[in-house]
């Protein structure tokens, strides 16, 4: 009976061991996957191109029960003082989904001049595009996860995931407009249209409810028991990203290996890097200008550096077909702000030793 006791209680140590070490070696861990990427591109594109049924015959890949994965992982662990926190100060919330589009805009309007001094319009034709493109989206689903693994502010990390998505037929083509964008009425109709479908049912289903049924799980859990499966949660968001990354890098190389110049590659990165960047930036200086705590800081941090690439995809696969260089820096973006999370990642390890 003790054997059976000791085993028993062994099981969560060992699991938190193992999302111990996952979680020390994660950004080399997530580079690996991006090698592992280039080497054996294949299960990653299957993984990205599978698709589950649904009962009534719809059908969604497997990416989206991922990111719905990460957000139920993400509220399962929620502390309900962060939520009380929100409602005290919800100008935090504000600022945050100002800076999340204005800033990258305005990084993509001080970019504008400077690819045509440098005087290569066949190299880097389409990238201003892309990088506006990438600006005008959402905050990404899966800074939710970043911000539960680093120990952010879970609540605020929600807030401006849902907050950013049902702004977004409004936001995105006015941010676009405003980052000089020739949007015809048509064009604006059909972004709308486009994005509405990421902040409608689609959001309903994989937003929310997973959302929801996480908060959900906590409540009717109870914070001891929660307490004692965070180590799966870890663990579980972990290797979630990591599949992710893997399935997303595969498209990204693939397209990187189609014969682009090394310039062409260079450039594109240097611009999905920025983006990163700069949200990193303005969350740093939001902290200190408002004097915010340091689980707000991880939580803007992860939030304002990443993108809905997602929907970014979307809407170049519909209006810029011709032009393969959005698609390019889209993808970049995709893999640059994770490297960014995951150097985020380990300064914060780093920082609480």
Not at 13 to 32: D, T
Not at 173 to 189: F, I, Q
Not at 195 to 216: D, E, N, R, Y
Request: charged residues 10%; aromatic residues 8%.
């Amino acid at each position: 009976m003790a054997s059976t006791d000791s085993s028993h209680n062994a099981s969560p140590a060992g699991i938190a061991v193992w999302a111990h070490w996952l979680h020390r070696y994660f950004l080399a861990a997530l580079l690996a996957t991006y090698a592992l990427s280039g080497l054996l591109p294949s299960p990653g594109a299957a993984i990205r191109e599978f698709t589950v049924t649904f009962p009534g015959g719809h059908q969604e890949r497997v990416s989206m029960l991922l990111l719905a994965v990460l957000l139920f992982c993400a509220a399962a662990v929620i502390q309900w003082s962060q939520i009380r926190d929100l409602l005290e100060r919800p100008w935090v919330v504000v600022v945050g989904l100002l800076t999340a589009w204005l800033g990258p805009a305005l990084v993509v309007l001080a970019f504008s001049p400077l690819l045509p001094w440098l005087d290569m319009h066949d190299a880097t034709a389409g990238m201003m595009v892309g990088f506006a493109l990438v600006a005008a989206m959402p905050v990404a689903n899966s800074s939710a996860g970043w911000t539960q693994n680093a120990g952010g502010n879970v609540a605020l990390s929600l807030s401006l995931i849902v907050l950013s998505i049902l702004l977004s037929p409004i936001a995105t083509p006015n941010v676009l407009n405003l980052m000089g964008w020739a949007l015809s009425r048509s064009d604006v109709e059909r972004i709308e249209t486009l994005v509405t479908q990421f902040s409608g049912w689609k959001f309903i289903l994989w937003v929310i409810l997973p959302s929801l049924a996480g908060a959900a799980a906590a409540w009717i859990a109870g914070h001891r028991r929660i307490a004692r499966a965070k180590p799966w949660f870890r663990l579980i968001t972990l290797v979630t990203i990591l599949v992710l990354n893997y399935a997303n890098a595969s498209l990204a190389i693939a397209q990187i290996w189609t014969g682009e110049r090394f310039v062409v590659i260079l450039i594109a990165a240097i611009m999905a890097a920025a983006v990163s960047i700069v949200g990193i930036t303005l969350a740093a200086l939001q902290v200190r200008v408002f004097g915010l705590t340091r689980s707000t800081w991880i939580a803007l941090a992860f939030s304002l550096s990443m993108k809905h690439t997602g929907l970014a995809l979307v809407l170049a696969g519909s209006f810029l077909q011709d032009q393969p260089r959005v698609i390019l820096v889209v993808l970049l973006t995709t893999l640059a702000q994770h490297i960014a999370a995951g150097a985020i990642d380990l300064y914060i390890q780093h920082a609480r030793k």
